[in-house]
């Protein structure tokens, strides 16, 4: 079960990176090019692929009778899930054609 608290440390890391990204898209300052396409790789391209199989895990041991919350702490599994809602919320809703429009 130690994959699963390593799975987790690198959703963690790649959600932190999803919220610094939206927090740049929102201020619009100037910042250094490799350091945004950095942020924006791994917060989107880990993102996707992390948070889903993290808390996909999460539910399968949960469901199966696994106590997780020995090997993660519980913290961990709650930021992870926060993480993924809003991923989930920044692709399904802001990036809505009708979100857009006047």
């Not at 041991?61 to 809602?85: A, C, H, Y």
């Amino acid at each position: 079960m130690r994959w699963l608290l390593f799975l987790s440390r690198l959703a963690f890391i790649s959600g932190i990176c999803i919220l610094v990204w939206l927090i740049l898209s929102m201020v619009k300052t100037e910042i250094s090019e490799v350091f945004s396409s950095t942020v924006i790789t791994i917060g989107i391209v880990m993102g996707i692929l992390l948070l889903p199989i993290t808390n996909l895990c999460y539910l399968v041991l949960t469901l199966s009778g696994k106590k997780i919350s020995n090997v993660v702490p519980r913290w961990l599994i709650w930021v992870n899930l926060f993480f993924l809602f809003l991923l989930v919320y920044y692709i399904f809703y802001l990036n809505d054609p009708y979100y857009h429009q006047k």
